[in-house]
């Protein structure tokens, strides 16, 4: 069940409504029910594997808090990282890691018989895994104590509106206001309609109109130019933020609907200055659960400077295995590992360690255009089937000027597509603020809206493609 079709406007109106008259318990009962059954739309039998993880981390979470004993405690965290790791190894990256092997071995002469078993990846296994671990991560370094409520705590597990594609919320978060009773205010609907409609209309307008353009361009890279593979890569790059930071704000619209406050997952990240900030502003429940539960185990930055720029390059090469599990999602994640290391490595070999000043604008915009296109280029591997298609994609990037026949149409069309959206999320940049909109005077709220709307209007009326209801890209992951 999509966000963007109408299965699921007739399935939240319904759940809605019911929500809107219950009290506490049976709206936490409602939202268990609603999200098993949003869940087990796509196959119920994936149903049964979120079950289990609900299952075993609240059993875990309570084994963990109940004892002092050390042993019994690391015996339990065992269990749930065994339990939730072993079952995300083995749906997602069992294949992988099997053909690799065989791969390897074939290299040295050894036949190996791969098995043939046929594995479908559950969808939005690697979100809910994450989720429910930091749970018993969380109660085992003392951070919180477990919840007594079997409902509660599978509610938090299998909330619908980020169940799928994040954000990885905490327990710390969300489970307390699955706790209490939740106010609905003037303000909660008037922001969660924002922020549902403007999901809507930048993975419906935006992502879904500018992908055809990637889609071609990556089908034929032996056709393909210099200028046709710059432009590829930053139509997927505005396709894969619109789709992904539109299903963000879409949870969170509708997280606010019901009087919940789901976490920001994007803060701008199209004007980070370097790679580091750019993590700081991209998939942020990501990147902060990485950092706060593996590489602070793994010494953080309290190491010795060569230490420190390994575990670095690790945690980003785990960061983009969990995306995929394929060789250029671990290239992808060791490509942003090397260039963080180096951008630390630099500020260690600094004689003198000052505070950062601030920029001018010229230096500002420099920064800003590496820091963008040195992200430019790791999407390549990113949306390259395999490593075979990223080296057809890299010699078609320095191929020469032979344009495709349809380069100024698509030139035109993401143009038209981009400005707009871009100047807007400008002024959203300049006061660090997404309802920068919901804030200004009544005059103002209606012209931005009247552009928007205008906007929107003109995508779909020149747009070449018929409107279906397209999956979000990191469903796959």
């Not at 930053?234 to 963000?248: C, H, K, V």
């Not at 600094?350 to 500002?364: E, H, N, Q, T």
């Not at 790791?378 to 390259?384: A, T």
Request: glycine share 6%; charged share 15%.
């Amino acid at each position: 069940m999509l966000f963007n079709s109408y299965a699921f406007l007739t399935f939240f109106a319904v759940v809605y409504l019911l929500y809107l008259v219950l009290d506490l318990r049976w709206q936490n009962r409602l939202l268990l029910v609603a999200s098993l059954v949003f869940y087990g739309w796509w196959d119920p039998r994936f149903v049964l594997l979120l079950l289990f993880s609900i299952v075993l981390d609240y059993v875990c979470g309570l084994q963990i808090h109940g004892t002092e004993s050390l042993r019994r405690r690391r015996f339990w965290m065992a269990i749930s990282l065994i339990g939730n790791l072993g079952l995300l190894g083995f749906f997602k990256y069992f294949h992988f890691f099997v053909d690799s092997f065989a791969e390897l071995f074939g290299t040295l002469g050894f036949q190996v018989h791969r098995p043939t078993i046929r594995i479908i990846l559950p969808i939005g296994i690697s979100f809910y895994t994450f989720q429910t671990l930091s749970y018993t991560l969380d109660i085992y370094r003392r951070r919180m104590q477990p919840t007594t409520s079997f409902t509660n705590f599978a509610l938090f597990v299998s909330f619908f509106p980020q169940l799928l594609a994040g954000p990885i919320e905490r327990a710390k978060n969300l489970l307390p206001q699955i706790e209490k009773v939740r106010v609905i205010t003037p303000e909660c609907l008037r922001e969660g309609f924002y922020l549902l409609a403007w999901g809507l209309f930048k993975k419906m307008l935006v992502a879904d109109n500018v992908a055809p353009i990637v889609n071609h361009i990556f089908a034929h890279p032996e056709q393909a130019s210099t200028a046709d593979v710059i432009l590829g890569v930053y139509a997927f790059s505005l396709q894969l933020y619109a789709d992904f930071s539109g299903y963000s704000d879409i949870a969170r619209g509708l997280g606010k609907l019901m009087g919940f406050n789901i976490m920001l997952n994007f803060r701008f990240p199209q004007f980070a200055l370097n790679t580091a900030d750019f993590w700081s502003r991209w998939h942020i429940s990501l990147s902060t659960w990485i950092r706060d539960y593996l590489f602070v185990m793994l010494g953080a930055n309290r190491r010795s400077h060569p230490r420190t720029i390994f575990n670095l390059v690790l945690v980003m090469t785990v960061i983009g295995l969990w995306h995929g599990a394929a060789w250029t999602f671990v290239l992808w994640g060791f490509y942003f590992g090397v260039l963080q290391a180096g951008q630390l490595l630099l500020l260690y070999m600094s004689p003198r360690r000052r505070a950062p000043r601030k920029s001018g604008v010229i230096s500002f915009l420099f920064r800003m255009f590496l820091c963008r296109n040195a992200v430019q280029f790791s999407l390549l591997l990113f949306r390259s089937e395999n490593l075979a298609h990223f080296m057809q994609m890299v010699r078609a990037l320095f191929s020469g000027f032979a344009l495709l026949p349809e380069f100024f149409l698509y030139l035109k069309w993401y143009c038209i597509i981009w400005i707009p959206v871009n100047l807007y999320e400008i002024w959203q940049y300049r006061h660090d603020d997404h309802l920068i909109v919901l804030k200004q005077e009544g005059w103002v709220r209606f012209l931005v809206f009247a552009a928007i709307v205008f906007h929107g209007f003109m995508i779909y009326l020149f747009s070449a493609r018929i409107p279906v209801a397209e999956e979000f890209i990191y469903f796959q992951f």
